[in-house]
């Protein structure tokens, strides 16, 4: 037996941590003692039911796992070898993380960074490896430490986090927009060089602004998507990740075909093997595992549905860790 964050629809709505056993895992190939899980945005929308994140019923939330191989019917893999796993529908139509054991696909997995341990894993979780992604995103397009200012956008929230403390490790300038002004120390210890208020850019604006920035990391979208296109330097780029305000991109192509901007859309859950792996291996080089510890709030499965009610309402700094056992 172990504990599970199951959500059910029979027909209401339900969130609850309860104990199953592994007749209530899904199919798969390697199962897996899951150390510790996290939450992300797709997860507070799951638990909180404020979007139809979940397909299939009843479901273990958990876009998220690092633990260890107890199982394993996959050449890939064998006991005892440390594992991550990130997205692939995991928590939405495959049973996911935020529980003691999963079941998953050998193909889904990546082996976790030495450099890393599972609690550490799971503060980078979903989140930071998508801010690396949208690191390399712009390293392909072209972007270089010195070209200018990097403006990152949700910069309180999992994703803004990692990305101001990997892009400043690499030497950019990272400009932080954030709606919380208490958060500026927070902030400038990861290494943003300057804040800005969020609501500068959450408004409608005009199609082309003043050039300022070289690139941008972008979690949020809507209008703070649109305004950082039109602000966005000649050639610099965007990387997009996120809807935290909105799925919409009321914006024009102005920026597009009057400065050359590239718009950079960044997806975590369905990335490639061999690009997941590139992402770990540049999060174990180019991030100050010290500052995790700045961004991490460890919490028990006990405690995951309130964090997630936390989260949803913007409560949150950083990243949560769930210890699952």
């Known amino acids: 037996m172990f504990k599970a964050l199951v959500l059910e629809k029979n027909p209401d709505f339900a969130a609850a941590v309860r104990e199953v056993d592994d007749g209530f895992l899904p199919e798969g190939d390697v199962t897996l003692d899951v150390e510790y899980s996290t939450l992300n945005y797709k997860d507070g929308l799951a638990i909180t039911n404020k979007s139809p994140v979940v397909r299939s019923w009843p479901m273990v939330a958990g876009i998220d796992g690092s633990g260890t191989v107890v199982e394993s019917a996959s050449p890939e893999w064998r006991a005892g070898d440390a594992v991550v796993l990130n997205g692939f529908g995991v928590g939405e139509t495959h049973k996911g ?4 054991r999963a079941r998953l696909k050998g193909q889904w997995l990546v082996r976790r960074p030495t450099a890393f341990s599972a609690k550490q894993a799971m503060a980078i979780g979903t989140a930071g490896y998508t801010a690396m992604l949208c690191v390399l995103a712009l390293e392909r397009h072209g972007v270089k430490a010195g070209d200018g200012e990097v403006l990152v956008t949700g910069a309180t ?8 403390a990997l892009l ?6 990272v400009v932080a927009a954030t709606g919380k002004a208490s958060e500026e120390g927070y902030l400038k210890k990861l ?10 850019l959450s408004a409608p604006g005009k199609p082309l602004q003043k050039e300022r ?15 950082a296109c039109a602000q966005v330097r000649y050639g610099g780029a965007v990387a997009a990740c996120g809807l935290a305000q909105g799925m919409d991109f009321p914006a024009t192509v102005a920026p597009f075909i009057l400065r050359g901007v590239a718009l950079l859309g960044v997806d975590s859950v369905m990335a490639p093997r061999a690009l997941r792996e590139q992402a770990w291996s540049r999060l ?3 991030l100050d595992v010290a500052l995790l510890d700045e961004m991490t ?26 210890k699952t056992r």
């Not at 993380?97 to 003691?100: F, K």
């Not at 929230?157 to 101001?164: E, F, N, P, Q, R």
């Not at 709030?297 to 700094?317: F, N, P, S, W, Y």
């Open 97 to 100: 993380c935020l529980a003691g």
């Open 157 to 164: 929230g999992g994703v803004g986090s990692v990305a101001i």
């Open 168 to 173: 400043s490790k690499l030497g950019h300038k």
């Open 191 to 200: 290494g943003a060089a300057s804040i800005i208020d969020r609501n500068e």
């Open 213 to 227: 920035w070289t690139a941008v990391v972008d979690a949020v979208g809507s209008h703070t998507l649109a305004n």
């Open 284 to 286: 174990a080089r180019d």
């Open 297 to 322: 709030t460890e919490i028990g499965l006990d405690g995951a549905i309130d964090a997630a009610q936390k989260l949803m309402a913007g409560q949150v700094r950083g990243r949560y860790v769930v």
